[in-house]
């Protein structure tokens, strides 16, 4: 058994979980923060047979698509110390990290 620790973006996350449900595959849902954006996201832990262990990840790649955002970011004022102003960067958001895991052991109680 393999456990899929999964990390997508708060706008993927209801669809995916729809996705995966329908094809019978169990979720727990995590809200969590990024680190870099300081935005929402949603870490899944999904418990999968081995054998099943592709069409999850091919649920995840059709459903979290990489995609261009722009965000801000703080820069010095020039001449003042302490000062900053945002200005808009772009960014790549979404798709999805996926820490797959060998789980020993599985219990439902």
Known sequence: MKLLIT????DDAQKLITSLMKEGF???KLAT??????A???TLLIG???EKLDAVTGIIEKV?????QVATSPSPV???SGMYVPYPIEVTVG??????MDVEQFLKI
Do not use: H, M, P, Y
């Open 40 to 42: 929402g996201n949603t």
């Open 48 to 50: 999968v047979d081995e």
């Open 78 to 80: 020039a001449g003042a």
């Open 26 to 28: 169990g979720v727990t």
């Open 64 to 68: 979290c698509k990489s995609r261009k």
């Open 95 to 100: 798709g999805a990290t996926i820490f797959i």
């Open 7 to 10: 990390v997508v973006q708060d």
């Open 33 to 38: 923060t990024g680190g870099f954006l300081r």
